[in-house]
């Protein structure tokens, strides 16, 4: 049973470019959250996708978007990279009525330069 | 405004020894109280997590230990081993179906020694 996927593992942009990172949550999880994780903190929540459509979003500005397909993989866009948006992009899934028990994925590493 | 405070941010212990790990929150709408670990280059892995209705809960060598009242609960790890090396963090979420993300404390490094 394979767990929460992330792609790519890590990526290289510079300022103002814009970025896309890839999930597939674990098997029979239709919930799916991104964190960002900036280097020696705890993760930040930034949205949580379900059934299609963002449900939640947490203090981050609108270059930061997403999007959950049919088959529960999600994507997370973000547009005018800053230097400070550098970090490790984390996917978490959870099953139905389970939201709080967060599997995360080993995270995409962002650096931009 | 940091909701959840962790502390301390490092720490050393002896294998062997009961490492103690403390959080502390605000915010009384939260009601459910889990705790990851991570390993270098790996995402957070659940540890074990505990709602307010209860004041201990164990899992194997791990406890959580919560004071509703004073607005703290902590991580105690028992029999510590040189595998337990990772870093920790303590989160929070708002009561209403889990729709709201987890608020994360800052991390605590710990180290066991052999």
């Known amino acids: 049973d394979a767990g929460v996927t992330q792609s790519p593992t890590h990526l290289i942009k510079t300022r103002g470019q814009q970025v896309t990172l890839r999930c597939s949550p674990k098997?029979?999880?239709?919930?799916v959250s991104w964190y960002q994780q900036a280097l020696g903190q705890g993760p930040q929540f930034i949205f949580q996708y379900y059934e299609e459509e963002e449900r939640q979003r947490g203090n981050f500005p609108d270059r930061f978007s997403g999007h959950q397909f049919p088959n529960y993989s999600s994507e997370l866009n973000v547009n005018a990279l800053l230097l400070g948006d550098s970090a490790l992009y984390l996917c978490?899934?959870?099953?139905?009525?389970?939201?709080?028990?967060?599997?995360f994925g080993e995270g995409s590493r962002l650096t931009v330069l | 405004q940091q909701q959840v405070k962790q502390s301390p941010q490092s720490l050393i212990v002896q294998k062997g020894g009961i490492p103690i790990i403390n959080c502390a929150y605000e915010?009384?709408?939260?009601?459910?109280f889990p705790w990851y670990q991570q390993f270098p280059g790996k995402g957070p892995a659940l540890l074990i997590a505990i709602r307010p209705d209860v004041s201990e809960k164990k899992e194997g060598r791990f406890t959580i230990s919560f004071n509703k009242s004073a607005k703290q609960f902590s991580l105690h790890i028992m029999d510590s081993q040189p595998g337990d090396s990772a870093t920790y963090f303590c989160a929070a979420r708002m009561s209403g179906g889990g729709a709201d993300g987890l608020t994360f404390g800052k991390g605590t490094h710990l180290i066991i020694q052999p």
């Open positions: 098997s029979g999880h239709d919930t």
């Open positions: 915010n009384t709408a939260f009601d459910y």
């Open positions: 978490a899934s959870s099953p139905v009525g389970a939201a709080g028990e967060l599997f």
